[in-house]
Structure formats: structure tokens, C-alpha cells
């Protein structure tokens, strides 16, 4: 039997979560006048860092268990920021591809605030204020089109991710304690 993807991130803490935007803007400067030129091709993703609490054997064959079935870069997962959570709700109105602004009915949220649709993590660029519907930028652009209603997870915002390397590195101390480390970027 196959695995189906995306697979679920293990249950298990995470000491550092680094998380990172990449936008796909490209410029050149004149090297006489230094006048510059910027061109937006449209594209973002976020890429993280992560590293897990030190993990008992026990803990450690689950972890395992879940980097090998990815194999490498082929599997995705799903998995959330851990300290990004929000109380409230909210609906999108309709969005399409590649949109980086979106109708949004529901609680007020500052500038920062993530969310996800679809299991693909987004963040809002300006506060969303009181009026209903508001409409906010956010980033990176949509990566499905949106029906009006569709609702947005604040509370455990989680993104779809797949590895950056077709390689986990893992260490284990002289007191029988794990450790893991790895890159993963957003599948798009």
C-alpha cells in the first residue's frame, strides 16, 4: 500500500522554528547611475529551519518513521508555526490564483496574523479591520481559487511542506536522547 500525502508532522515539541519568506522580485542597478530597476514576477513562498526538543528512543522511531516515509523531497506533510495561533473566526470571500489581496468577514486581526485555507499558510500584510467584508493584502499569493465562505483556520494555521533535501541528519548524545534538525519549504 502506497502512502498518501500530505502526512501529518508527529506529535513532538519543537525548540526552534526559524521561518523565512521568499518573494520572487528580481532587480538590476546601472553601474553608472545606479538607477535601479525592480520587476515582481508574482511568486512567494516561505522556507523554515526547524529543530526538534531532544527525543527519547521511544519518541524517535515515530520521527523516523515519518522522514523516511516522505522519501526525500518526493512526500509532503502538514504542519503549523507553533506559536502562531489566533482566537476568532473568519470566511474568505472569493479569491483566485495567484491574488495577494482577499475579502475577509469576521473578528478584527493585526498586521501579522496567519491563517490557512486549503492547508496552505498565508499572513496577513495589514490590519483587517472592523468593517465586514475588509479586504487585506496577504502573502504569499493565493495557491487556490476560493469560494465565498470558505473558512480560515486561525487557530492552528498549518501549511503544506515538503522537504528541502532529499536527507535528514539526526545525532543521539551519550544520555540515549535523539536530536533532529531539517529544512523544508512550502509545496506549492
Known sequence: MSVS???T???VGITRFDLRFRKSVAMSESPFTYKQQVHDFGGGKWEAEVTLAPL???QSRSVDAFFVGLEGKKGT???NHPLHT????ATAGYGAIGATALAITGNTFAAGTFFSIANHLYMMTEAKGAGNPTTVNI???LRT???NGDSLDLTLPKGTWRLSTNEVNSYTDINGLFYYSF????AV
Open 139 to 141: 502573502q504569499p499569493p
Open 56 to 58: 527519547t528512543y521511544a
Open 77 to 79: 506533510f502538514l504542519m
Open 145 to 147: 481559487v476560493h469560494s
Open 9 to 11: 508532522f508527529p506529535s
Open 5 to 7: 500525502y500530505p502526512i
Open 183 to 186: 529544512s523544508c519549504t512550502e
Open 86 to 89: 489566533t482566537t476568532g473566526s
